[in-house]
């Protein structure tokens, strides 16, 4: 009888709205907007993402081993970054997150693990793998929510990078379609680019008139012009 009460309990968590995905969310796609402003790079985000396991959500969910071990690969993937660069750190702690998702793939643990070693491979130009890992995890998210539209924007990301341009155009589609507001002028920012750089005119300029429409204040938008020839 106890098994089965701890399992209800484990089901109801998981339907309810997660703070550290959400958080964890925001981290990475700020990360990943102002990337080359990060003098430090992966080291001084992956501290950060440690920091928060540490300090923040694991006096709340400490009983979950899916945090757990996702907590120790962080912690470990920190470490090695102290002796060597991202790359090498990454594939050091690859087999660990392997485990991870092997054992608690399901599990919330699992999929803001699968989040930010998406996001980590994307970083140390993994394309392939960044894509990978980010379509196993949309399976995760419920749609609507913002987690769900940080994967979109992640995966769009790592499409433009991987030299398709049109499955990027898709993907950050998607966030321009949700009900999630928070990446939408993002979105609108890439879409510009890649419509740009597609030679398609007309969704360039109907593109870049939203973004200026809607978020006015959206800096980046300034640095476009209105046709192809600037």
Known sequence: MAQKRISRARKRDLEQPDEFLTLTSRLLDKARTHWKRISAGMGVLMVILAGVLVAGYFSEKAEDKAFVLLNQTMRRYASELASQDAQKALEAVTPDFENLFAKYGDRQGGMAGRLMFAQMNYQAGRSEVAITQYTAAMEGFPEGSYALS?????????????????????????????????????????????????????????????????????????????????
Request: aromatic residues 12%; proline residues 2%.
């Open 150 to 230: 940080a994967v979109w924007s992640g995966l769009g990301y790592a499409k433009a990078a991987d030299g398709k341009p049109e499955d990027a155009i898709i993907s950050f589609s998607k966030i321009i379609a949700g009900q999630d507001t928070v990446l939408k002028a993002d979105a609108l920012y890439q879409l510009t680019l890649l419509y740009r750089k597609t030679g398609q005119d007309a969704e360039y300029g109907k593109t870049l008139q939203t973004l200026r429409d809607t978020y006015p204040g959206f800096v980046y938008a300034e640095m476009l012009t209105e046709s192809t020839d600037g």
